[in-house]
């Protein structure tokens, strides 16, 4: 349920830019994935929370085809309905159109305006936030039956695919439609099934940005999809979810069969992370985020200088564990740190890192 202090909030700043009244207002958080990177379009195990930063959108509806869009993160711009697709922003809102098309919506002319203080090019969800929001204030705005949690993120996976052309997993968008906050989300991103997992006592898990945006493309993002697809097919199994370490025993060690190890081994970690959580071991849950972390540097390949050099500084500080959190090659880690130390654990790693800050913490 969107604040009703957002929504006077945005709906004054609509009235500003737009002078008239939005039909609809929505919201969606970010995500921040304690563990389990690179699994989730392999069918696997994923185990992330909401962060507080926040997407805002609100809308009203045209007579006609044109869509108009305002955002304090990316360039404002209009196109109509029938425009090619051209990377703007705004492809975004095309493609939520076409997806409630099934459930009754209406392919109309638009109003966007939106505002955010996610950083884009974090690993922190910025897109999956944005997707989410436009389609909650395209349902109230055009009065349709709410979608359930896993049909809005079906629709924004499908939006990423089909209007943006990043072959993102299904983990971003189902985790902002449906995480509760202050704790953890093991999903399972066959199923669909998850569970909320409580954060471990007296610690908190700190989001920090590395100063370094992704440089990940789309095109070397979809390589690795395309690497574990390859891994699968070599390994005799549909996903990598099927297959265990035993079977790389078999094969020599190139790309393929170093990124079927990484995700292997990392449904293995998230496993055993939401065993830690349930018994509430912060210092085994630490280890296991080090080893993943080791494992897409070497394994997955998608660190970076600026982000190993923060996990270095965090963990020398006394972080209990430190991890790239997202697609990788910048953005942002997240550390585990004790409640009582964590203070000095960032202040040092901040100091060491100038261009790095903190985005977020999260507790219970």
């Known amino acids: 349920m969107t604040d009703p202090l957002l929504s006077d909030h945005m709906a004054m700043s609509f009235k500003h830019?737009?002078?008239?009244?939005?039909?609809?207002?929505?919201?969606?958080?970010?995500?921040?994935?304690?563990?389990?990177?690179?699994?989730?379009?392999n069918d696997g195990l994923v185990l992330p929370c909401l962060i507080s930063n926040q997407t805002e959108i609100a809308i009203a509806i045209r007579n006609d085809e044109q869509v108009y869009?305002?955002?304090?993160?990316?360039?404002?711009?209009?196109?109509?309905?029938?425009?090619?697709?051209?990377?703007?922003?705004?492809?975004?809102?095309?493609?939520?159109?076409?997806?409630?098309?099934?459930?009754?919506?209406?392919?109309?002319?638009?109003?966007?305006?939106?505002?955010?203080?996610?950083?884009?090019?974090?690993?922190?969800?910025?897109?999956?936030?944005?997707?989410?929001?436009?389609?909650?204030?395209?349902?109230?705005?055009?009065?349709?039956?709410?979608?359930?949690?896993?049909?809005?993120?079906?629709?924004?996976?499908?939006?990423?695919?089909?209007?943006?052309g990043t072959q993102c997993g299904i983990m971003d968008p189902m985790v902002v439609a449906a995480a509760s906050f202050g704790c953890c989300m093991m999903l399972d991103c066959r199923s669909l099934e998850y569970e909320f997992l409580p954060l471990p006592v007296d610690h908190v898990v700190a989001?920090?940005?590395?100063?370094?945006?992704?440089?990940?493309?789309?095109?070397?993002?979809?390589?690795?999809?395309?690497?574990?697809?390859?891994?699968?097919?070599?390994?005799?199994?549909?996903?990598?979810?099927?297959?265990?370490?035993?079977?790389?025993?078999?094969?020599?060690?190139?790309?393929?069969?170093?990124?079927?190890?990484?995700?292997?081994?990392?449904?293995?970690?998230?496993?055993?992370?939401?065993?830690?959580?349930?018994?509430?071991?912060?210092?085994?849950l630490g280890n296991l985020m080090d080893e993943s972390h080791n494992s897409l540097l070497n394994d997955y390949e998608v660190s970076s200088q600026e982000l190993d050099q923060l996990v270095g500084s965090l963990r020398s500080a006394g972080a209990l564990g430190a991890r790239l959190t997202g697609a990788g090659f910048g953005g942002c880690v997240v550390a585990l740190c004790e409640k009582a130390s964590f203070d000095a654990v960032i202040s040092h790693a901040l100091l060491r890192n100038p261009d790095s800050y903190l985005i977020d913490l999260i507790h219970n």
């Not at 360039?75 to 459930?103: C, E, M, Y």
């Open 17 to 41: 830019y737009f002078g008239k009244e939005p039909m609809a207002v929505a919201n969606a958080h970010g995500r921040a994935n304690l563990i389990g990177e690179h699994t989730d379009y």
């Open 207 to 284: 989001i920090i940005h590395s100063g370094s945006v992704r440089k990940l493309s789309n095109s070397v993002y979809n390589q690795r999809r395309a690497e574990c697809a390859s891994a699968a097919k070599i390994l005799g199994v549909d996903t990598l979810r099927n297959a265990t370490e035993d079977m790389l025993l078999e094969f020599a060690s190139n790309n393929e069969m170093r990124r079927a190890k990484h995700v292997i081994s990392e449904n293995a970690r998230v496993k055993r992370a939401a065993e830690c959580l349930v018994r509430n071991d912060p210092a085994s």
């Open 69 to 164: 869009g305002i955002s304090n993160q990316f360039a404002s711009g209009q196109k109509t309905l029938r425009d090619a697709l051209n990377r703007h922003w705004l492809d975004f809102v095309i493609g939520a159109l076409h997806q409630l098309l099934p459930h009754g919506g209406r392919f109309q002319g638009l109003e966007v305006l939106v505002k955010s203080n996610i950083p884009s090019g974090a690993g922190v969800s910025s897109s999956a936030a944005l997707v989410i929001a436009l389609l909650r204030a395209l349902v109230a705005a055009q009065k349709l039956t709410c979608p359930t949690d896993e049909q809005l993120a079906g629709m924004a996976q499908r939006i990423e695919h089909e209007f943006i």
